[in-house]
């Protein structure tokens, strides 16, 4: 239901704000897939402000009526109001993008500077991706064994993991600049890193 009202033009007249901060408060109710009924409530007194039912044809498209219709007695806004819920959408779907793509990048460096720090656990890692864990302890721990001979392929694997997490890790930085530019470009506010 929430994707369908995303879909209307009902943001570009009233904000969305959490139940606490509502002044109206846009209720559907769908009945055994048949008919939808649309109210409107005042937030403090729960009064139905306007009120719609349909028979349902194709829900999306009744959604959208029923929106459209409820609008043409909601005051218009001026140019600027419009603009300004615009601009709300963009930075809270620019804040979105930014937000997950931040979080994959931090924890992709996190990854790659603990396995620069800790080289030997690290190349141990790589080693028990392809040998058995017991051979790759006993190469880590100066084991004399023939099997030791796993050893120096794990680290040049790590190395080359390395090499690519490095080049991974600078594009996702360049991929997060024009993120920033265009929430520059609305004057939005982008979470600070963590």
């Not at 048949?34 to 729960?46: C, I, K, L, M, P």
């Not at 080693?127 to 023939?146: D, P, R, T, V």
């Amino acid at each position: 239901m929430q994707r369908l009202v995303d879909g209307t033009e009902v943001w570009e007249y009233l904000e969305k704000v959490d139940a606490t901060e509502a002044d109206i408060f846009l209720e559907f109710e769908v009945r055994n897939d048949s008919g939808v009924t649309f109210n409107v409530r005042e937030a403090d007194s729960n009064k139905i402000l306007y009120s719609e039912y349909r028979e349902v044809v194709s829900l999306d498209n009744d959604i959208n009526r029923m929106i459209a219709h409820f609008l043409l007695s909601a005051p218009k806004r001026t140019e600027a109001e419009q603009e300004m819920f615009k601009k709300k959408r963009r930075c809270a779907a620019i804040t979105a993008r930014f937000t997950f793509a931040q979080a994959y990048c931090q924890e992709r460096r996190r990854t790659y500077d603990w396995k620069v720090k800790n080289g030997t656990a690290a190349t141990q890692q790589v080693c028990e991706k392809h040998w058995l864990s017991n051979i790759c302890a006993e190469a880590a721990n100066g084991g004399g064994n023939f099997y030791s001979e796993a050893w120096p392929p794990s680290i040049a694997e790590l190395n080359r993991d390395l090499a690519s997490e490095s080049d991974e890790l600078h594009e996702l930085e360049q991929q997060m600049k024009p993120i920033q530019s265009a929430a520059e470009a609305d004057a939005c506010t982008l979470p600070l890193p963590r």
